[in-house]
């Protein structure tokens, strides 16, 4: 099967991390690559339905799902886990863990600016937050520390989803092995 690895995508929500990361995802399976989508909001609903917003369940949120993320890895797929992951800490933990087993890892920092999140916010958490409805909610009244060495900076403002797909894989390559993914596309 080869070496697995995990992009970490991580970015306010609305930024289009979920997004670049189905599209990703079709274009590994196109090189016949095997790959999972560890979305956030999915996991929030079963394996951390436990979990609240608090910064310590924040934590522990991203802790199980950099957890997850590195089995499956570590069996050969390529894990993309798009979490907002707000604390540079938790990103760091996970980035050690996958270190520490040998596993590739990339952070790509979906950097969307907060204006153009709030304009795409289909489910209106912003305006839900900036009515204080939503206590804690990243980017408005809770902190989201922005990576400060991302393998990857990426801002969708404006940019085709496939194009920045495209940019996730091309950074992937080195991780991967490059005839594992650019010759097959």
Not at 10 to 39: E, N
Not at 148 to 176: F, K, W, Y
Request: with cysteine; glycine share 12%.
């Amino acid at each position: 099967m080869g070496a697995g690895a995990t992009v970490w995508l991580t970015g306010l929500s609305g930024s289009g991390k979920s997004t670049i990361a189905v599209a990703v995802q079709a274009l590994l399976a196109g090189t016949g690559r095997v790959s999972v989508v560890l979305d956030g909001d999915d996991l929030r609903e079963g394996l951390n339905a436990d979990l609240g917003f608090s910064p310590e369940d924040r934590a522990e949120n991203v802790r199980r799902v950099g957890e997850v993320a590195l089995l499956l890895a570590r069996h050969g797929l390529v894990t993309l886990a798009p979490v907002i992951s707000p604390y540079a800490s938790g990103r760091e933990a996970v980035r050690r863990r996958h270190a520490g087993h040998g596993v590739g890892f990339l952070e790509v920092h979906v950097a969307t600016p907060l204006e153009e999140c709030e304009r795409r916010d289909a489910k209106g958490h912003y305006a839900r937050a900036r009515s204080g409805e939503l206590p804690a909610f990243t980017g408005v009244s809770d902190p989201y520390e922005i990576p400060a060495r991302p393998g990857l900076t990426l801002d969708t403002s404006g940019r085709d989803v496939e194009e920045c797909a495209a940019e996730v894989l091309r950074a992937l390559e080195p991780l991967l092995g490059r005839h594992a993914v650019a010759d097959r596309l």
